[in-house]
């Protein structure tokens, strides 16, 4: 019989089908546990997320939460706030995991959330098309920004009226009136004008001035029993420590 004359077949296929019961047993587990819930501020756009009709689909957080979603046997649910209710969403114990934020941004409203150790650290710079002749702002200047973001190096200036602030409600909204001529001048991270400039040509990018402030970013992760928290904030630390965390930031470099 086919049995007797190939124990290897045998082995291999006893295999295989351990293989396939672990991998179903993974997927049920994953369904019966409650989903992760991450969220998304509405005022990003790529490489962050890309946000297709109030829905996430993609960018550097997406991969990142999904890995790390599955990493811990979970499946991910994104909830897209709106920037300036991201506190109120997070005190309510409504979001689980809020990633790429940092300490210096949340101002103390981080009670009953643990903080991952920082896996980046992510610069603020002063743009401008890059036409722009003359480098340093004059009073009196309009800067494009997002409507709740701070800037310290500049939080003096707008406060005295020398450079006035002009809010757009979303990063890319930002970059859309720097380069219609809205204005002349606009802040962003690093991140999200090195991803726009990535496909422009020389003419239509924005060159980066200065510097005007740096964050180091990390992930908070809701302290409930209703989540593995500590296993989170080891998985973070895995996927930092292996460089995992850069090589998902590279595919958007």
């Not at 998304?40 to 990142?64: C, E, H, K, Y």
């Not at 101002?107 to 920082?118: D, H, L, M």
């Not at 991803?195 to 239509?204: L, T, V």
């Amino acid at each position: 019989m086919l049995s007797s004359m190939h124990p290897i077949f045998d082995r291999r296929t006893a295999r295989g089908g351990f293989a396939v019961c672990l991998l179903l047993l993974a997927t049920w587990s994953r369904a019966e546990q409650r989903p992760l819930n991450f969220s998304i501020p509405d005022s990003w756009g790529m490489p962050l997320v890309d946000l297709d009709n109030g829905q996430a689909t993609r960018g550097f957080v997406f991969d990142l939460e999904n890995r790390l979603a599955d990493r811990v046997n979970r499946q991910a649910r994104f909830i897209v706030v709106p920037r300036l209710r991201v506190s109120q969403s997070l005190l309510a114990g409504r979001v689980d995991v809020h990633c790429f934020v940092s300490k210096d941004w949340m101002q103390g409203n981080t009670a009953g959330y643990v903080w991952s150790e920082p896996f980046m650290e992510q610069p603020d710079v002063l743009i401008a098309r890059a036409t722009q002749s003359c480098k340093q702002p004059p009073p009196g200047t309009l800067i494009g920004a997002v409507h709740g973001y701070e800037y310290s190096a500049l939080e003096s200036d707008f406060a005295n009226g020398r450079l006035v602030r002009d809010d757009a409600r979303t990063q890319d909204q930002v970059f859309n009136k720097l380069a219609v001529k809205r204005y002349n001048y606009a802040l962003s991270n690093e991140i999200s004008v090195d991803w726009y400039n990535k496909d422009k040509g020389s003419e239509a990018q924005f060159q980066k001035l200065k510097q005007v402030g740096q964050s180091q970013l990390g992930c908070m992760v809701r302290n409930s029993p209703e989540i593995p928290t500590q296993e989170i904030l080891a998985t973070i630390a895995r996927m930092n420590a292996s460089d995992e965390i850069e090589q998902l930031l590279q595919a958007y470099r």
